[in-house]
């Protein structure tokens, strides 16, 4: 295995894009992050037309599916909470009776 270096001497690492014109393709970068160096090559070969269309609407509809399950997470705690509160009003209130 070829060892590859930036600019600056540095091993150079492999990083995933995750832009629109170049989604999941890995790239080599420098590994000093917010380095002067700024250097990067391709580690994967351009992606098909075909691809570049497809990948983004994928990822944004995974995203948006990931979002909608942590909504409905949020709002399950949020209604047990609520039970759990009834419940204790519930047994609260036929107590001083």
Sequence with gaps: MTVVRCHCG????????????????RFYSCPIPDSNCRWI????PPMCNRSLVIIPGLLRS???MEGAIIEAQNG??????YLIWSWILFVVLFSIK
Excluded: F, H
């Design 76 to 81: 399950r705690a949020k209604m047990k909470k």
């Design 41 to 44: 090559d391709w580690y994967d």
């Design 62 to 64: 995974r995203n948006n």
């Design 10 to 25: 540095r091993v150079a690492i492999v990083k995933t894009s995750w832009t629109n014109a170049n989604p999941g393709r």
